[in-house]
């Protein structure tokens, strides 16, 4: 039934699975970037112990540089997953809001139906993949990844944009303060419209 099941979602005709998909033009892709332009308010998400939870987050995409900039991106809420360094959990909870700059990316490639209805996706890969800031005469450092996996398969640092409301997946590799290093390998979303 397994392979039954399988051969069943092939297809013998290539033109067939690749009909959903399009080759963004270069005027396309300015298209996209422009669409995704401007000030965003919103909330970053998290988990504190059990419960969903947020911060407030803004944000700005230039279309001009391909620019994403938070001028105070939201460091403590990571606490919540700092369990057994104290020094990384005092950087974390009291150095306050750090500036964040990030290189926003399009694809080459959409999903027809995305297209259609104006459903954007783009890369957002932080400067140098970190957050770099000095709390109480420490060097700190919040490393950032490529991807992650999860029970659903890869998560990446995407931006989604539909409608003048945009999402951002965080995808937090590790913190280090000083000599300390603790690993996070959690994914943050914020979500905030213009």
Known sequence: LAATTLTSCLSDD?????????????????????????DYSGFLYFYNGTKKDSVEFDWNVSSSDST????????????NYVTTNSNIKD????????????????????????WEQNYYFYL??????????????????????????SSYGYIYPQIQYYNKKSSINFLV???K????QMDVNTAFQAVGSR
């Open 14 to 38: 290539k033109d067939n699975n690749d009909s959903n998909i399009i080759n963004l033009t270069g005027a396309q892709r300015t298209q996209t970037l422009q669409s995704l332009a401007g």
């Open 68 to 79: 994403f900039t938070s001028t105070s991106f939201p460091i403590s809420f990571l606490q």
């Open 91 to 114: 950087a974390v909870t009291n150095a306050g809001r750090q500036p964040l700059v990030g290189s926003v990316n399009t694809y080459a490639q959409a999903a027809k139906t995305y």
């Open 124 to 149: 957002m890969t932080p400067a140098n993949k970190t957050l770099k800031f000095i709390y109480n005469g420490k060097d700190c450092t919040i490393t950032f990844d490529d991807y992650q996996t």
């Open 173 to 175: 590799k590790n913190i």
């Open 177 to 180: 303060v000083g000599d300390d």
